[in-house]
């Protein structure tokens, strides 16, 4: 165990110093498993295991949802969806606020990735909503928070990690992630609500569209609602495995994004070139994280820590507290996705003889993420919001996104009080 | 990747520029390998699907074919983001260390990728020889697993040999004096 904690340790110093995560991992759990094992069987089990992670069919889910958010984003959707998401709530007080996280939830589901929703969303809706006298505390926390919304809306690249580091059914987790995602984004409307309420002055009342307005604008954005109603209707109704839903969803989107003429042939090959990279820097974490985590049950760490948690009588409840508590702390510092392949081999170990649903844990895993994706100080969203509008303070967006953090913070509580939530759609998978 | 651009003591334009036609190359055909693969686990999954539920007669053996290719994506773009240094970091002391810190900083890190890279590399390449000696192959298409292992581990070097070019850039910049002094 003591070896276990001292190799936590060095991973978390080598990341800190700024090797990439995957290889502090990869070099941490292969030398301490020979530490133990000596390093014939040590190299034998790293070259085995990176072998059969790489060639694996069932993983090609990953490139490929990745594949479909690129095309999407290539297919320059977010205007669209943030025109249509208007149109219906811009003549309501901060009804531009509402419409980007409207459009945020309508582009997280496709795009799978909340650093790129927030990205994308925060040059379509900053400026229109600067221009309409919208405070930059609103403006931007509402952009950066609504951003989030892209890990748990499936398909969720979060969730897909997940499920591939704890072996768990992905379909069942998308879908899963469906009901906390729509209360996540009812709870960041409900912190709109009450900063216009408090604040009138900071979120102006816009412009009402006719009916005629809206059904048009509607209509240039069936795409989106097209596949994702086939995703996950298929994975849903049990027609398609995650890996059919993904290939159906990334051709889906080369149809839809050459049908508005958004892809050239050389557009072509940056998406896949873009999907291939972010592939690439995922299995090499994914390497580091299954050797590290190979090392730790060598070591006999999560053993040892069921057996103490099982010897205190400690709840599941209280177990999931401390988890909090340790990402609270470790989301200061880290990005969501290395929390995450850090801990969670870890965690789910420790969990799971608990008897706490592995896939509710996937999705409470996520939303931690989320929320330590606009905490401070590490809050990847609020950042990307700063290096896209550099003229804002980052102290601005911070205090903006302070209501929608306490909302986020509301969903967690309901999610870990009221597990059966997420799991409200899922027995109807089987 | 990108050809290297030239900092500090670096080679003369000469070498430079054969260099960078080797690496603009070995980035070309990284590139391709990388399309054409994602490609055909798009195409190959997609037409499974339209077979397996349209004419119940599903694509003989595309459970492997897409492993294969999935590596091949995996290992293509492992030295392209190697290279370009892409790599996913946590970096919390970004910008917080002098110039002198920042450099042993690099060299840190370049070396233990270095490792790490030349590592996996050399036991891919001898685990696919041992895949050849067994002669293990896939269960339907009978496809070596060896030489899969084999291009695995040959792309890994191919990483190793980027950070390396990547070292010696770093290491060269150390070798300017002025460079030195400045720093310090």
Redesign the interface.
């Known amino acids: 165990m003591t070896l276990a904690l001292i190799g936590f340790a060095i991973v978390l110093l080598?990341?800190?110093?700024?090797?990439?995560?995957?290889?502090?991992m990869?070099?941490v759990g292969?030398t301490l498993f020979a530490w133990i094992r000596g390093w014939e069987p040590a190299?034998?089990m790293?070259?085995?295991t990176?072998?059969d992670l790489?060639?694996?069919?069932g993983?090609?889910v990953l490139?490929?949802f990745i594949?479909m958010g690129t095309f999407i984003y290539k297919a320059e959707m977010a205007e669209d969806l943030y025109d249509s998401a208007y149109s219906f709530l811009g003549h309501l007080k901060g009804g531009l606020a509402y419409a980007t996280i409207m459009a945020s939830a309508g582009f997280a589901a496709i795009s799978g990735s909340s650093i790129a929703t927030a990205a994308t969303m925060t040059r379509v809706a900053m400026p229109p909503m600067r221009r309409r006298g919208y405070a930059d505390t609103l403006a931007s926390g509402c952009v950066s928070s609504a951003g989030t919304l892209g890990a748990l809306i499936p398909p969720s690249v979060p969730l897909l990690i997940y499920g591939i580091l704890t072996q768990q059914d992905i379909g069942a987790l998308f879908i899963a992630g469906i009901v906390p995602g729509i209360l996540l984004g009812l709870m960041f409307m409900v912190a709109v609500r009450w900063t216009v309420f408090r604040y009138p002055e900071r979120g102006p009342v816009g412009d009402r569209s006719s009916w005629s307005v809206r059904i048009r604008l509607l209509g240039r954005v069936w795409g989106v609602l097209a596949i994702f109603l086939l995703v996950m209707g298929g994975l849903y109704g049990g027609?398609?495995t995650a890996?059919?839903a993904?290939?159906?969803g990334?051709?889906g989107s080369?149809l839809f994004a050459i049908s508005r003429k958004k892809l050239s042939f050389r557009t072509y090959?940056e998406s896949?070139?873009e999907?291939?990279?972010m592939?690439?820097?995922?299995?090499?974490?994914l390497?580091g994280g299954k050797l590290f985590a190979n090392f730790i049950v060598l070591s006999g760490l999560t053993n040892t820590m069921v057996t103490w948690i099982q010897a205190q009588h400690f709840t599941g409840l209280e177990v999931i507290l401390v988890i909090v508590l340790i990402y609270v702390l470790l989301g200061s510092?880290?990005?969501g996705?290395?929390m995450m392949m850090l801990t969670v081999p870890i965690f789910a170990a420790i969990v799971e003889p608990l008897g706490i649903n592995m896939i509710w844990f996937g999705v409470f895993v996520v939303l931690m993420m989320e929320i330590g994706l606009i905490h401070p100080p590490?809050g990847m969203n609020i950042f990307m919001v700063k290096t896209i509008m550099p003229e804002l303070q980052l102290r601005t967006i911070f205090v903006g996104s302070l209501p929608f953090l306490a909302t986020a913070v509301v969903t967690l509580m309901i999610l870990i009080l009221f597990p059966g939530l997420a799991l409200l759609l899922v027995p109807k998978l089987g | 990747m990108s050809p290297a651009r030239p900092e500090g003591g670096l080679p003369g334009p000469e070498r430079s520029m054969d260099k960078g036609a080797a690496v603009s190359m070995a980035n070309k055909v990284l590139?391709f390998l990388?399309?054409v693969?994602?490609?055909f686990?798009?195409g190959l999954?997609?037409c499974?699907?339209f077979m397996r539920?349209w004419f119940a007669r599903p694509i003989t053996g595309s459970?492997?074919m897409?492993?294969?290719?999935?590596?091949i994506?995996?290992?293509?773009?492992?030295p392209?983001?190697t290279a370009t240094e892409?790599?996913?970091?946590?970096?919390?002391?970004?910008g917080r260390l002098g110039a002198k810190g920042a450099w042993i900083?690099?060299l840190?890190?370049l070396l233990?990728?270095l490792?790490?890279c030349a590592?996996?590399g050399r036991?891919?390449l001898?685990?696919g020889h041992m895949l050849l000696q067994d002669k293990q192959y896939t269960m339907v298409l009978h496809l070596p697993?060896g030489y899969?292992?084999y291009f695995?581990g040959t792309l890994s070097c191919v990483a190793a040999l980027a950070v390396l070019f990547l070292l010696v850039l770093h290491l060269g910049l150390c070798a300017n004096p002025g460079a030195g002094r400045s720093a310090t």
């Open positions: 080598l990341a800190f110093y700024g090797v990439p995560l995957g290889f502090s990869l070099a292969v190299l034998f790293m070259a085995q990176i072998y790489a060639a694996n069919d993983l090609s490139p490929l594949l027609f398609f890996t059919e993904a290939s159906i990334a051709g080369l090959v896949l070139l999907a291939s990279k592939t690439g820097m995922i299995f090499t974490i390497f510092v880290m990005e996705l290395s590490m | 590139v990388c399309v693969s994602l490609s686990i798009m999954t997609f499974d699907v539920y459970a492997e897409i492993s294969f290719a999935i590596a994506v995996v290992f293509s773009s492992f392209l983001v892409q790599h996913i970091t946590v970096s919390i002391l970004h900083q690099r840190v890190i233990i990728s490792l790490c590592t996996i036991q891919l001898l685990s697993q899969l292992s695995m």
